[in-house]
Nanobody
Framework: QVQLVESGGGLVQPGGSLRLSCAASGYIFSLNAMGWYRQTPGRQRELVAAVVNRSDTTIYADSVKGRFTISKNDAKNTMYLHMNDLKPEDTAVYYC???????????????WGQGVQVTVSS
């Protein structure tokens, strides 16, 4: 079964940078989309950035445009989120998400990583 393994979280000062990684393993016929979501206590999980492979399109939440960059390495089935100029408001648990078709005749399935903590504080 597909697994999403995240890394790169941690504590950073305001204005600093972090890079999150998400590596997908297992049989993958088609990786339709990958994205990063984040969630803070008492708030709904929100989309931060995503890559739609069909159209090779990237999307970003308005709050992170110009600061975050999503990228991927298809050969490694790995997605990255480069976060620059981090703000305290960016503090959250960040979750990797992927929409994967395991077989040509299978339906698309959603997978989630365990989540990594990002804390932006002085």
């Amino acid at each position: 079964q597909v697994q999403l393994v995240e890394s790169g979280g941690g504590l950073v000062q305001p204005g600093g940078s972090l890079r999150l990684s998400c590596a997908a393993s297992g049989y993958i016929f088609s990786l339709n989309a990958m994205g990063w979501y984040r969630q803070t206590p008492g708030r709904q999980r929100e989309l931060v950035a995503a890559v739609v492979n069909r159209s090779d399109t990237t999307i970003y939440a308005d709050s992170v445009k110009g600061r975050f960059t999503i990228s991927k390495n298809d050969a490694k089935n790995t997605m990255y989120l480069h976060m620059n100029d981090l703000k305290p408001e960016d503090t959250a648990v960040y979750y990797c998400n992927a929409l994967i078709q395991a077989d040509l005749f299978d339906d698309e399935t959603e997978f989630w990583g365990q989540g990594v903590q990002v804390t932006v504080s002085s």
